[in-house]
């Protein structure tokens, strides 16, 4: 069974070679349980119902042991929709939109909220491309719409009185997931040098070399666990990722009620520029990052306190937003 499930995900990832993604789902519903935790009974049962009405909800809810209680179902649930957005990227009736393989926005259909009757995989909406420079190269604009604006549009939609509970469902489950986004460094910058005048995709052009990762995009996304992203067991990465969470230090901090979106995003920036751009990766390739290397370990701690600031300011905006 475990080499059935192996050439399973292999199959699938030679499928679609092309997709990246934010944190692992691991990260990700690391995140979403953090939340959870701190979610008022109030927001608890809005973010139930409001599930329910995404299109893959009774496929998750097959996947909930029986005799599960009540409580741990919704939980499970909620972690579950926190991956939705990566999902649909290998979704055949999802389709990409833009250039650039879909990560460049283009077009009026970039910046809909129409919902899910939206069969776009709008990959441009998990990240921030601002841009910095080590050798001084010219910076190109951000491009626009992405994260910083997206989860400003869905949280007004979550926030409003008169928006209707589908759209509210479907900017519930983006939302969930671009809180996430947006705490790993390379999903709010890309550095910019002679070699990549228009970036280098948020460290997924720097290629590694060692049992790392492929890229120094997905190092940082599996940081907090890796799993692969395309089998159909969600239960045993929600597993993962509540013994992840349980083994966090709740976050009280003045940090953790910062509920300003531009304060996240620049903090990942900052995070990049200092901290995941530092040795042994330069402005050459390919790197080898050796494990338990000082390298490796401040990268899992920054990782895992960005996970956790995610969760306590994505259960903030909920329980004050959530209409």
Not at 18 to 41: D, K, N, Q
Not at 242 to 250: D, E, N
Request: charged share 20%.
């Amino acid at each position: 069974m475990k080499l059935l499930r192996l050439l399973t995900c292999i199959l699938v990832f030679s499928m679609f070679p092309a997709l990246s993604f934010a944190w692992g789902p691991i990260g990700h519903m690391t995140v979403a349980y953090v939340a959870y935790e701190r979610l008022s009974p109030a927001a608890k049962a809005r973010v139930r119902d409001l599930l329910k009405m995404n299109p893959d909800y009774a496929s998750w809810e097959r996947q909930i042991p029986a005799g599960t209680s009540a409580d741990d179902h919704d939980r499970a649930i909620f972690i579950m929709a926190s991956v939705w957005p990566d999902d649909i990227k290998g979704e055949s009736n999802y389709s990409d939109d833009g250039s650039n393989g879909g990560n460049t926005p283009g077009g009026a259909a970039s910046s809909q909220n129409l919902g899910y009757g939206d069969l776009l995989r709008h990959k441009y909406w998990h990240f921030v491309d601002d841009a910095f420079s080590p050798d001084n190269s010219p910076l190109p604009p951000t491009p626009v719409p992405n994260a910083r604006t997206q989860i400003a549009v869905f949280r007004t939609v979550l926030n409003s009185a008169s928006s209707d509970d589908p759209l509210k469902s479907y900017d519930l489950v983006w939302l969930i997931h671009l809180v996430g986004d947006v705490h790993q460094p390379l999903h709010a910058t890309t550095r910019v040098t002679a070699k990549f005048p228009q970036g280098d995709a948020g460290g997924n052009s720097v290629k590694l070399f060692g049992d790392a990762a492929s890229n120094l995009h997905t190092y940082w996304d599996d940081l907090p666990g890796s799993e692969c992203k395309y089998c159909a067991d969600k239960m045993q990465c929600v597993n993962r990722a509540i013994v992840l969470g349980r083994s966090l230090r709740p976050d009280a901090t003045k940090a953790a009620r910062n509920l300003d979106a531009d304060t996240w995003i620049h903090e990942s920036f900052l995070a990049a520029e200092k901290e995941v751009y530092a040795g042994p990766i330069g402005t050459a390739d390919p790197y080898t990052i050796i494990p338990n290397s000082q390298y490796d370990l401040k990268a899992y701690k920054l990782a895992v306190k960005r996970v956790r600031l995610a969760g306590a300011r994505l259960a903030g905006v909920l329980n004050s937003e959530l209409k």
